[in-house]
């Protein structure tokens, strides 16, 4: 007992601080890094096209991916995030061999996109109420990225399907670029520190309205936060605000065989998500 006692003390003292742990952002294996909808929020029966953000570094080819929907039985009360079991799944792929993002961009990058239509109205709306239609139910995309390693990642996204008469629905957030120092990003900083921001802005934020129980609007401005990915070197934080500047270390030497790269994605509190990225030599 007393071993077992001083081998705690000594594992929360010395080896087994988060000093230690993997950073969150840092790509080192398969990888979903984001999935990107055309149309966060849509329509019943609108097609639907999804670009999968992935990495994969030690790939060279076979990478494959499989992809199922299905209407949200309620996550958000305590279901599984999964549409295994849900009577509602389709099947849009399974075991695609993917083209993209390819051998000459290390497997880092937009997949292969795909496309699916929602439901329509009587089906997707089944029993809800005016406030869901006019707020949105959530439609689950499933998708599983099968590494070469025999590794398999599953990420989960939800589509807004909101009833057609509403306006203004939600978009991604746009941008283009990411700066290093204010200046566009184009090489590796080896063993320099560099400070990272991008031309996401507050005009990016959408107004919005939710609807509550007895029909009354309430408007509010969308939240934007980017989160920083990198393949290699450190950065100060996982995330940025609009505007927000993160400090970026490169590492001590350029990675051999293959290039280096920083992903930022930009999302806002409703589903919308946009990468940019860029390879760094």
């Not at 079991?85 to 000459?104: A, E, S, W, Y």
């Not at 320099?192 to 007895?214: F, P, R």
């Not at 930009?266 to 990225?277: E, M, T």
Request: proline residues 5%; hydrophobic residues 40%.
């Amino acid at each position: 007992m007393r071993k077992f006692i001083l081998s705690v003390l000594v594992c929360l003292t010395f080896s087994c601080s988060p000093d230690n742990l993997p950073d969150f952002n840092k790509i080192e294996s398969p990888r979903v890094i984001a999935l990107m909808a055309d149309k966060p929020e849509a329509n019943p029966g609108d097609t639907i096209t999804i670009t999968p953000v992935i990495s994969d570094l030690a790939a060279v080819s076979g990478v494959q991916d499989s992809i199922q929907v299905c209407i949200d039985l309620g996550i958000s009360f305590g279901a599984s995030p999964t549409c295994e079991g849900n009577p509602t799944k389709i099947v849009v792929q399974n075991h695609r061999v993917l083209t993209l993002p390819g051998v000459g961009e290390n497997w880092t990058g937009s997949a292969d996109s795909f496309s699916f239509s929602l439901p329509i109205n009587a089906i997707i709306f089944n029993r809800r109420s005016a406030q869901d239609q006019f707020n949105g139910v959530d439609y689950l995309i499933e998708y599983t990225l099968h590494s070469t390693i025999g590794t398999d990642v599953t990420a989960i996204k939800r589509i807004s399907v909101s009833e057609s008469t509403k306006s203004n629905k939600n978009l991604n957030p746009t941008f283009s670029d990411i700066f290093s120092d204010g200046v566009s990003m184009l090489n590796l900083p080896v063993g320099l520190l560099v400070h990272l921001s991008n031309n996401l802005n507050l005009s990016s934020a959408e107004n919005y309205a939710i609807k509550d129980a007895q029909g009354g609007l309430k408007n509010y401005t969308e939240e934007l936060t980017v989160t920083w990915f990198i393949t290699d070197g450190k950065t100060k934080y996982y995330r940025s605000l609009v505007g927000g500047l993160n400090e970026y270390t490169g590492p001590g030497a350029a990675p051999v065989g293959r290039s280096a790269y920083i992903l930022a994605v930009a999302r806002d509190n409703r589903g919308g998500v946009f990468v940019v990225k860029r390879k760094l030599n």
